[in-house]
């Protein structure tokens, strides 16, 4: 069975980067949309990027594109995150999800079947 888990997540100055790794266990993910969604206390879980499964279709939501960039290594089975120029408006839980459509909209999540338990990004100064 498909397992999930994140890490890299920390804490950060603005203007600095970090790099978030989503690891599949249990499963290749080779064939799967892979997609990083966060969530802020008091708000809705939004998706931020997403990656098909061989990185044909790349998505990313309109408040980060340009500083994050999604990649994939299905050697390792592993999909990453790289946060450049981070602002204090991207602190959240950070998680990673399997689908099988690289869609960040938000009546399409629960597509996501497979998800992993979170890693918290804090923007601080």
């Known amino acids: 069975q498909l397992q999930l888990v994140e890490s890299g997540g920390g804490l950060v100055h603005p203007g600095g980067s970090l790099r978030l790794s989503c690891a599949a266990s249990?499963?290749?993910?080779?064939?799967?949309?892979i997609g990083w969604f966060r969530q802020a206390p008091g708000k809705e879980r939004e998706g931020v990027a997403c990656i098909s499964r061989e990185g044909g279709s790349i998505d990313y939501i309109d408040s980060v594109n340009g500083r994050f960039t999604i990649s994939r290594n299905n050697a390792k089975n592993t999909v990453y995150l790289q946060m450049d120029n981070l602002k204090p408006d991207d602190s959240a839980v950070y998680s990673c999800?399997?689908?099988?459509?690289?869609?960040?909209?938000?009546?399409?999540?629960?597509?996501?079947?497979?998800w992993g338990q979170g890693t918290q990004v804090t923007v601080s100064s």
């Open positions: 249990g499963s290749s993910v080779e064939f799967r949309t």
């Open positions: 999800a399997a689908g099988w459509f690289c869609t960040l909209a938000s009546d399409y999540q629960h597509r996501y079947d497979t």
